[in-house]
């Protein structure tokens, strides 16, 4: 079963990005969790843009998702919302189609104690809209700093690595589970 994992950030140090390759770690047996990582190639949507055939990053990432079994968004909280890179990749998406009815888990990542709620509720909300199948038992909203990884980047809460395995668990069963 392969997962495909977007994060929402830019930033090269990403809470967001770490914790999806902890996600790798930690996935179920006879699931492969893999990251796409060029956020930063994608332009800017305009439906002027989004020709046939599209820019390549669009066209790569588009052929990704329909391939995945299942998507794993995590997305840090910017003013209380997604960032604006990630509802541009979503944009980028919706004409294709390529997100519908497709098992997706919606993380967020945040020094804050709300752990980035609100973009995770901004995210859901939009992913519904766009008709993707949107996993509520495998959401997940984490109160994260640095601090609470250890040098190679693994969560050293044990709590926080058994919410981990358990939406991640979630999100693989949604996938046999139709
Ligand atoms: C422009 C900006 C706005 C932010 N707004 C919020 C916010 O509304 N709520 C929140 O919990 N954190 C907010 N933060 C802090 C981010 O959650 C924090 O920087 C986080 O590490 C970003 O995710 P990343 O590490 O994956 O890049 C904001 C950060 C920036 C740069």
Redesign the pocket.
């Known amino acids: 079963m392969r997962i495909l994992a977007l ?1 929402g ?1 830019l ?1 090269q140090q ?4 770490l914790l999806l390759r902890e996600a790798a770690r930690l996935s179920p047996v006879g699931t492969e969790v893999v990251s796409w990582e060029r956020l930063d190639d994608l332009p800017h949507y305009s439906p002027e843009r989004d020709l046939d055939p599209p820019p390549a990053s669009v066209a790569e990432l588009r052929g990704l998702i329909r391939e995945a079994d299942a998507l794993l968004i995590c997305t ?5 919302a997604m960032p604006a890179v990630l509802k541009n990749l979503l944009e980028w998406v919706v004409s294709s189609g390529d997100c519908v009815a497709k098992p997706t888990a919606a993380w967020s ?4 104690l ?1 752990g ?1 709620a609100r973009a995770q509720a901004a995210l859901v909300h939009t992913l519904e809209v766009m008709s993707a199948r949107v996993v509520h038992a495998s959401s997940l909203c984490l109160t994260l700093a640095r601090s609470g990884l250890d040098d190679e980047g693994r969560l050293k809460d044990p709590a926080q690595e058994s919410a981990l395995r358990a939406a991640l668990d979630a999100l693989a069963a949604a996938v046999v589970t139709p």
Do not use: F, K
């Open positions: 994060s950030s930033r990403s809470l967001n990005a840090p909280e910017y003013i209380h990542a945040s020094p804050s709300e980035g």
